[in-house]
């Protein structure tokens, strides 16, 4: 995996960046595009890493960046609407500064272990957000990887982000494959329903690739073991585990798992590695 940088001192100092763009993906995300005051990235980072967004007075979290870091106009950051920061930030327009660090914690191994493998990207709900920078990032350097299937479900249409991007651009790529699903049949909806790990095992892939998944715990629970069921080695399976997280540097202790804190030693984790965690988590 990828080196944490969330100890250098250049993380730890907030700058400020611009949001320049709002895009409504669902009735409750939103994916927000955020520039440095001249342009450009606030900083640089690997796929799977996270940045602290905070606006004094109202608050700070972490999010996952959610564009690759082979685009260096912007990054972007696409935010469920649950709590005080975030209803704010649903209700700001295009110009609105805000403070900025990072990146924190680790990335996807996408210059190690991914290169040359074929890819199984599963996400749920908003669990696709963090695997869409990835996801770019082999889009973008194409000829370092093999074939892309993407399995991508939530609770109805409306509730699957980044549509027009899983339609209209990855799916007509090719050697990638977009395979989406609901959970309940709704009028207007031609695709296939039912839920992601039922799904997964459906399709049948072979286990000669490497996995990504993200979603709720639940989903990610019943991903593996459909996966285990197809014969995939959890040594073969990288996830990216984001609740808890909240100073970024392993001091507050929201985030130790057992042995670990996710901010520090994760977020992105192979799934082997997690069997020594407690299993309440």
């Known amino acids: 995996m990828s080196n944490c940088s969330c100890n250098s ?3 730890l100092v907030p700058t400020i960046g611009v949001v320049t763009d709002i895009r409504v993906d669902t009735p409750d995300v ?5 520039t440095g005051v001249q342009g ?20 700070e979290a972490m999010f996952s960046i959610t564009s690759s ?14 709590g005080i920061l975030t209803d704010w930030l649903h209700e700001i327009e295009p110009g609105q500064q805000v403070a900025i660090r ?5 990335g996807f191994p996408v210059d190690t272990v991914l290169k040359g493998r074929d890819l199984l990207f599963i996400a749920g709900g908003i669990g696709l957000a963090p695997l869409r920078s990835v996801i770019n990032y082999c889009i973008d ?21 980044h549509i027009d991007e899983l339609k209209t651009y990855w799916n007509s790529l090719e050697n990638v494959s977009v395979h ?24 049948g892939f072979d286990v000669d690739r490497t996995v990504l998944v993200c979603g709720p715990p639940i989903m990610i629970k019943f991903t593996l073991a459909s996966l285990g069921e197809l014969g995939f080695e959890k040594s073969q399976v990288y996830t990216t585990m984001e609740l808890k997280m909240k100073c970024g ?23 082997d590695e997690l069997e020594s965690l407690p299993a309440e988590y």
């Open 102 to 106: 990072g990146p924190y914690g680790n």
């Open 249 to 271: 540097i392993g001091t507050c202790g929201r985030c130790n798992i057992g042995s670990k804190y996710v901010c520090k030693d994760g977020p992105v984790f192979r799934c």
């Open 180 to 203: 989406l699903t609901i959970d309940n049949p709704q009028e207007g909806w031609d695709g296939h329903v039912g839920f992601v790990p039922a799904y997964v095992q459906e399709l």
């Open 30 to 34: 939103k994916t927000f595009r955020v």
């Open 40 to 59: 450009g990235l606030c900083f640089d980072y690997v796929p799977g890493q996270c940045a602290m967004l905070s606006i004094p007075g109202v608050g």
């Open 141 to 161: 350097n194409r000829k370092d990887y093999g074939t892309i299937d993407i399995v991508y479900g939530a609770r109805s249409a409306e509730d699957l982000v």
């Open 9 to 11: 001192t250049n993380a």
């Open 69 to 82: 870091p082979t685009n260096r106009e912007y990054m972007e950051f696409s935010i469920k609407k649950c």
